[in-house]
């Protein structure tokens, strides 16, 4: 669990977070599961912002979202990182960004995000932190820290109320 003081450095004045809650995984292939069970949960327009450093197991996750959203061949997902943007389709919609690359003025002024935010599909975006600034009011923050060896734990926070049942539902 995040403590009180991560959530007070952390937010932004106007940010209420709801719920937070860790987990640990001990491999990809429980980083791909543990992404696919949340997906039951999410409905078009919604937002999950990816924080962690390079390698940290964020595309992976990708990965999974994808296979829990139908996506048949969520396996060959991969960082958009000289794209931006990479759309999948499957049960519902994938928007996959990877902003490494970019400040939040680069990535408003290069795409049209707000047809993908507010859009029909589910929006990924790794390196979500490079621009917190233009995220929506209510979102899925997945934090993932290196454990050791293949070891990964996600903090899950929910960012406005919408994203609460999700982060409570986690196993």
Request: glycine share 8%; charged share 25%; net charge negative.
């Amino acid at each position: 669990m995040l403590s009180a003081e991560y959530q007070t450095q952390h937010a932004e004045p106007s940010t209420i977070i709801m719920n937070t809650k860790t987990i640990t995984t001990h491999s990809p292939e429980e980083t791909i599961e543990l992404a696919s069970s949340i997906t039951s949960g999410l409905t078009s327009g919604d937002l999950i912002a990816l924080v962690g450093d390079l390698g940290s197991g964020k595309t992976v996750f990708v990965k999974g979202l994808a296979k829990g959203m139908g996506i048949e061949k969520y396996l060959y997902v991969n960082s958009p990182s000289f794209v931006i943007l990479k759309e999948y389709h499957g049960r519902k919609d994938l928007y996959h960004f990877d902003v490494y690359r970019l400040t939040d003025e680069a990535f408003s002024d290069t795409l049209d995000y707000k047809r993908y935010f507010y859009g029909g599909g589910i929006t990924v975006i790794e390196w979500a932190d490079k621009v917190r600034d233009i995220l929506p009011e209510e979102y899925l923050e997945v934090n993932i820290e290196y454990g050791p060896s293949s070891e990964r734990k996600f903090n899950f926070r929910s960012v406005g109320p919408r994203y609460e049942g999700i982060v409570e539902r986690l196993s």
